[in-house]
């Protein structure tokens, strides 16, 4: 069984920084990728950072420039460390972890909130 379990979220006010951190733990398999969507009250959960094991890494166009995502494949750790935070950003935070051999996983995720 791998767990998935973030931590740093919380309240922020409009301009300000989170750094977000998702360690695994469990049987953890090689994971090809490892990321972070969120979801806003009402919306879709949406894509907003991605890392592959390669270091490809893409991001949703409304956070590039202001999220920088990395990872730590020894500790089985991915961040994203985000800055210049709007209201928008407002959301519940998830980390998601793909396996090699394509099983998913998703963390319960940690809730950001932008207000001032």
């Known amino acids: 069984q791998v767990q998935l379990v973030e931590s740093g979220g919380g309240l922020v006010q409009p301009g300000g920084s989170l750094t977000l951190s998702c360690v695994a733990s469990?049987?953890?398999?090689?994971?090809?990728?490892m990321g972070w969507y969120r979801q806003a009250p009402g919306k879709q959960r949406e894509l907003v950072a991605r890392i592959i094991l390669d270091g490809t890494i893409k991001y949703a166009d409304s956070v590039k420039g202001r999220f920088t995502i990395s990872r730590d494949n020894a500790e089985n750790t991915v961040y994203v460390n985000m800055n210049n935070l709007k209201l928008e950003d407002t959301a519940v935070y998830y980390c998601?972890?793909?396996?090699?051999?394509?099983?998913?996983?998703w963390g319960k995720g940690t809730l950001v909130t932008v207000s001032s």
């Open positions: 998601n972890a793909v396996a090699v051999n394509g099983t998913e996983y």
């Open positions: 469990g049987s953890i398999p090689s994971f090809y990728a």
